[in-house]
Nanobody
């Protein structure tokens, strides 16, 4: 089992940047593909991007391409989400997720096995 804890969210002005972190428990972090999702009030959970087990491949939602970078450090059991040029519509609760049998380019939330509690990102205009 994997426990995930997100951090790094906060209040930021439009145009700013944030780096979210997701720390995982356990020794098998490198066995999991990792995904980032977000959920705005009144909306469904939206795929942001994902990264392969080794970190060599990333897959980003079309709506986020050019503004985000996902990376991971398997030695630190941590995956990161860098978001640049933040917009008010990026305001959401951001979650990381781990998938043991998940392909690294899977956007479906149901394909992931473990989820964190989320970190809030609020972008002011």
């Amino acid at each position: 089992q994997v426990q995930l804890v997100e951090s790094g969210g906060g209040l930021v002005q439009a145009g700013g940047s944030l780096r979210l972190s997701c720390s995982a428990s356990g020794r098998t972090f490198s066995m999991y593909a990792m995904g980032w999702f977000r959920q705005a009030p009144g909306k469904g959970r939206e795929f942001v991007g994902s990264i392969s087990r080794s970190g060599s491949s990333t897959y980003y939602a079309d709506s986020m391409k050019g503004r985000i970078t996902i990376s991971r450090d398997n030695a630190k059991n941590t995956v990161y989400l860098q978001i640049n040029s933040l917009k008010p519509e990026d305001t959401a609760l951001y979650y990381c997720a781990a998938g043991l049998s998940t392909s690294s380019n899977t956007p479906a939330p149901g394909a992931y096995d473990y989820w964190g509690q989320g970190t809030q990102v609020t972008v002011s205009s």
